[in-house]
């Protein structure tokens, strides 16, 4: 490990264009990243079976109320699904609040809940005391896992497996998107998700398109090398993006990364911003787009310095750094009966590769180890 | 207001002790903590009723779930709701995503559910939408508010009244505890509460000791006259406890402060840590005292600089800055039972005090107006 970071900060890091080969010394979490198409393709694959018999399941025992529980970037996850869920079956979904469980254990009325515990190692003791207390308590529980020995999935009732491979950066990049990927097609089994279900097998190219923003993302950061502190905004499904995202910078970076959704960041931290401050902002077309724009101005008027991660012409333009994404079109253009299209419902998972292509070469371009942030270790264990 | 801020920026703005009267030069904000003890009493005194009504309206329903809506300090306030309401009731609780149903509008199935909108001035357009979305699905739906004839009020079925009085400085304080009071006035009406009920009446008193850390904090703030940025530190009940406070620090001080549950902070924030940074700790007794303790030996071994906001010994003295809080048991010593105290359900009142008065004495102390924050307006029209 030592060895890498002293390369990494030696020699100058190319970018390079993804299908070129990965060397030995190129950074785990490089390489991650570039792994996702093939990974979320393997996790949507392997898992249509189980999410059908998980929706089964909610159907039989009326489902009333989801729970999701997960740490850092598993929370991000479900987050996601948070959104996801709840906008397209109804059912009202919460994120669990852990130490409930594991400091002040109280009885819980689950027997209507469906309890889904997020942990890409299957050993954060706390989630896995979320789920065997959900389970005795009479929920019907998930495990959203990349291994399928875990004890995680050992206390769930059925487990959805990212199939990711082994993640050897600390920095979860790949196990995020097939975690959103597969809470995605649980959202589609579920009554109201139907009209997601025949898009996903197109969401590995859609994180193909994303890959392309390498390139642009590893010659944009050099001017971050001494930004100590920056704000992430996203809205709506982009809100775990955001936080996703500033979860990176702080890890591999150090950068004190603050997440806000663009609506909470007018209600107060909207203070802090003073000229130079670095903004970056996900402005997706869709229904967040108009909110965004008029967010970019303000910022702008401020002197802020907006990295802008889009598709559409006019938040690129306003940029001080624009990423942009060139992403299949899911849906037809027209909107159908007013419905949101599944284009934004995906979005998350496209959207986060510059935000992961933004960690790792700004790591590298300070001259750390994007895959060992000190003071880290892969697995966390937290009660 | 911009000759209050040349004043306060002039003369040294001296601690006084609780009692002392304010000179018409006193900051709003600083008048606001102070009103809190007698605004918490009047908010407890007025709403009995109303909440046993809620009450019985949510048994009549059979509530499967509560969401929570509220946004900024709002939010922070739905955050110990729905820790205090989960825990004592067994009902799972959300919050709510507003932009699902401002923006992204889908039919949600909320017959069984207990919908609650926080708004201070009652006018927030995207919490006022989430309510009457709620109650044209079918929820009982909640409003509190410092406003009765507010829009939210009137769109809500019940509204527990703040009575906090006209507040004036756009940092929000004595509307955010008395927020948090009416939530534990409902938590403890509702079944699995009933414990708590006797002591809410000793609410003003505990937050009368708490205004005694005034002259610590005064005194403390200087040496932070500098900092850029920090990181807030709580879990379970005072989770919502360091949100608040960074919200805080952030809009009146303009600091960038990054708060995490502590448990979360370890799932990699914890890499941001360096010799000399901030970190705001809130170490309560009880039972996440051993994990504050625990934190903050690892936090020294890495040269942080950390406050520390508590009641007992052991932590205090691993502090560089320490708050020590004198707070009147209000449970016997021993556990009965193993049920959690009491004290640990109610601190988050009194462990934001010393929060607050950070905020407003640092930013006197930089000589910013804390009750004018740049870019802010009182009530901010979100949709």
């Not at 959203?144 to 491979?165: I, K, W, Y």
């Not at 950066?169 to 997601?196: D, I, M, Q, W």
């Not at 007013?338 to 960690?359: H, K, R, S, T, W």
């Not at 300070?366 to 892969?378: E, M, V, W, Y």
Request: proline fraction near 8%; hydrophobic fraction near 45%; include cysteine.
């Amino acid at each position: 490990m030592q060895a890498m970071k002293s390369e990494s900060s030696r020699t100058p890091h190319l970018p390079r264009t993804p299908h070129t080969p990965h060397t030995p010394h190129t950074p785990h979490m490089l390489r991650e990243i570039h792994e996702q198409p093939d990974a979320l393709q393997r996790a949507l694959e392997m898992n249509g079976v189980v999410a059908q018999r998980i929706a089964a399941a909610v159907a039989r025992r009326g489902v009333q109320v989801i729970v999701l529980a997960g740490r850092g970037t598993s929370d991000h996850a479900a987050l996601y699904g948070q959104y996801l869920l709840q906008h397209l079956t109804g059912i009202p979904v919460a994120l669990a609040t852990p130490s409930l469980y594991t400091l002040f254990g109280a009885p819980f009325q689950l027997q209507r809940a469906l309890v889904i515990g997020i942990s890409q190692s299957g050993e954060s003791p706390d989630i896995v005391e979320v789920i065997a207390q959900s389970r005795a308590a009479g929920a019907l529980t998930v495990a959203v896992t990349n291994r399928q020995d875990s004890p995680l999935a050992n206390a769930a009732d059925e487990t959805l497996f990212c199939a990711a491979g082994a993640e050897l950066s600390v920095a979860a990049t790949k196990t995020y998107t097939t975690t959103c990927a597969l809470l995605a097609l649980l959202a589609a089994s579920l009554p109201g998700g139907e009209r997601l279900l025949p898009h996903l097998p197109r969401l590995p190219a859609l994180m193909r398109a994303a890959l392309a923003t390498e390139e642009t993302v590893a010659g944009a950061v050099v001017r971050y090398v001494h930004a100590r502190d920056c704000i992430v905004l996203g809205r709506g499904f982009q809100y775990s993006t955001a936080r996703e995202t500033a979860l990176k910078l702080a890890e591999t970076c150090y950068v004190i990364a603050m997440p806000f959704s663009s609506a909470d960041f007018r209600h107060g931290p909207a203070a802090l911003v003073e000229r130079g401050l670095p903004v970056i902002l996900f402005a997706p077309p869709g229904r967040t787009a108009p909110d965004s724009l008029a967010l970019l101005g303000w910022l702008r008027e401020r002197g802020a310095d907006c990295t802008v991660i889009g598709e559409e012409r006019h938040p690129l333009e306003q940029a001080t750094t624009a990423i942009a994404l060139d992403l299949p079109r899911l849906s037809e253009d027209t909107e159908r009966g007013g419905e949101v299209q599944v284009d934004e419902l995906l979005a998350p998972l496209p959207y986060i590769v510059p935000g992961q292509f933004f960690a790792v070469y700004l790591a590298l371009a300070k001259g750390l180890n994007p895959d060992q942030p000190r003071g880290l270790t892969k697995v966390t264990h937290t009660r």
